[in-house]
T-cell receptor, first 113, second 110 residues
Framework: NAGVTQTPKFQVLKTGQSMTLQCAQD?????MSWYRQDPGMGLRLIHY???????DQGEVPNGYNVSRSTTEDFPLRLLSAAPSQTSVYFC????????????FGPGTRLLVL | EDQVTQSPEALRLQEGESSSLNCSYT??????LFWYRQDPGKGPEFLFT???AGEEKEKERLKATLTKKESFLHITAPKPEDSATYLC???????????FGSGTQLTVLP
């Protein structure tokens, strides 16, 4: 039982490049979300999904795309990376039934030059 | 709009020196206040959920309390391994999203 996994752990991009951050969970959780963490600003919600085929925007969605084709996976896509997207990205999941606890992955550190 | 403010930003304690971290919040209809611990280079690790004013929860040297406007994370006789950043988050209304504070970086010196 791996919980929440994220790949890669670290990535360097050049401005304008695209990439996909992967998030996978084996807990059969319906809710998945992406946050970014910047110094002094806490964790901010980018996008979230309440189930396969359903996604919605969070607080800071610009520059990011998501899709949810399966319960297990929730990839985050950067179509044209910008230096402002340099951050640490965390995926989180939450089960149904009002558990109210979100479990976080280990994070992906992204540097955009 | 939900708001969460944590203080202090950083706290240095000697081993055994008890203290408290503060989390002030503004929400419309609190559905839960969450405390997480985050070690450097790791994802946040869940500690507690508090739902209503007056509620308290404990785990080892940590005790979380909740009022209508703030939450405290009390650390009793801390050890160096308690050094981490402690994050507070709230959930309100029918949304499942969490709003986080910017955290308190705790350092416990041996």
């Amino acid at each position: 039982n791996a919980g929440v996994t994220q790949t890669p752990k670290f990535q360097v991009l050049k401005t304008g490049q695209s990439m996909t951050l992967q998030c996978a969970q084996d807990m059969n959780h319906e809710y998945m979300s992406w946050y970014r963490q910047d110094p002094g600003m806490g964790l901010r919600l980018i996008h979230y999904s309440v189930g396969a085929g359903i996604t919605d925007q969070g607080e800071v969605p610009n520059g990011y795309n998501v899709s949810r084709s399966t319960t297990e996976d929730f990839p985050l896509r950067l179509l044209s990376a910008a230096p402002s997207q340099t951050s640490v990205y965390f995926c989180a999941t939450e089960g149904a039934g009002g558990t109210e606890t979100q479990y976080f992955g280990p994070g992906t550190r992204l540097l955009v030059l | 709009e939900d708001q969460v403010t944590q203080s202090p930003e950083a706290l240095r304690l000697q081993e055994g020196e008890s203290s408290s971290l503060n989390c002030s919040y503004t929400v419309s209809g609190l559905r839960g206040l969450f405390w997480y611990r985050q070690d450097p280079g790791k994802g946040p690790e869940f500690l507690f959920t508090l739902y209503s004013a007056g509620e308290e929860k404990e785990k080892e040297r940590l005790k979380a309390t909740l009022t209508k406007k703030e939450s405290f994370l009390h650390i009793t006789a801390p050890k160096p391994e308690d050094s981490a950043t402690y994050l507070c988050a709230v959930r309100s209304g029918s949304a499942r999203q969490l709003t986080f504070g910017s955290g308190t970086q705790l350092t416990v010196l041996p």
